[in-house]
């Protein structure tokens, strides 16, 4: 069973530029979630999206939003972009909603703003 | 927000020495997850530890839950180079959300 994956596994943006980062759940997992980690800030709460809606939110700027399609795939956008968006951005899928003991995260995506 | 903290946030030891690692807050938990995390790669879950008190054990490592449930301790006997990772704990918050400490940092130099 293939795990999650995530891309592009690697980006370079420009300051006050956009991006769409993409993960793709283990097949037949209906949740998607959003983390950022940084050195600084640790692993933290972007959000969470089952069945095309988002379920749940973290305390992060309006310039990240996501979305979920049916086939259960979900991206995230970060428009304006900051020197602080630079981190690695997690994905982690689950079975359920409001599982976030049984998730499996992605190798991420690591986006380096200059 | 409750807060984990682990310490050490660095240790670097020799293969075949013991460690422990540790995660504390000031909040109960209603269960707490350990993960691996290497160069490059998302983080492993290794264990999640619900009950107060809990011990378990998985091949050389050694996972412990306080009485309290505020806080845990992973243990790690005769380190080998492929223990090498940041280890994260995470508690669920009321909010659902899983919080993550900022990991120990663990180098185990052949």
């Known amino acids: 069973k293939a795990g999650v994956t995530q891309t592009p596994r690697y980006l370079i943006k420009t300051r006050g530029q956009q991006v769409t980062l993409s993960c793709s759940p283990i097949s037949g997992h209906r949740s998607v979630s959003w983390y950022q980690q940084t050195p600084g800030q640790g692993l933290q709460f972007l959000f969470e999206y089952f069945s095309e809606t988002q379920r749940n939110k973290g305390n992060f700027p309006g310039r990240f939003s996501g979305r979920q399609f049916s086939n259960s795939r979900s991206e995230m956008n970060v428009s304006t972009l900051e020197l602080g968006d630079s981190a690695l951005y997690l994905c982690?899928?689950?079975?359920?909603?409001?599982?976030?003991?049984?998730?499996?995260f992605g190798p991420g995506t690591r986006l380096t703003v200059t | 927000t409750q807060l984990l903290e682990q310490s050490p946030q660095f240790l670097s030891i020799q293969e075949g020495e013991n460690l422990t690692v540790y995660c504390n807050s000031s909040?109960?938990?209603?269960?707490l997850q350990w993960y691996r995390q290497e160069p490059g790669e998302g983080p492993v879950l290794l264990v999640t530890v619900v009950t107060g008190g809990e011990v378990k054990k998985l091949k050389r490592l050694t996972f412990q839950f306080g009485d309290a449930r505020k806080d845990s301790s992973l243990h790690i006997t005769a380190a080998q180079p492929g223990d090498t990772g940041l280890y994260l704990c995470?508690?669920?918050?009321?909010?659902?959300?899983?919080?993550f400490g900022k990991g120990n940092q663990v180098v185990v130099i052949p």
């Open positions: 909040s109960v938990f209603s269960s």
């Open positions: 995470a508690g669920v918050e009321g909010n659902n959300r899983l919080a």
């Open positions: 982690a899928s689950s079975l359920a909603q409001g599982a976030p003991d049984e998730q499996y």
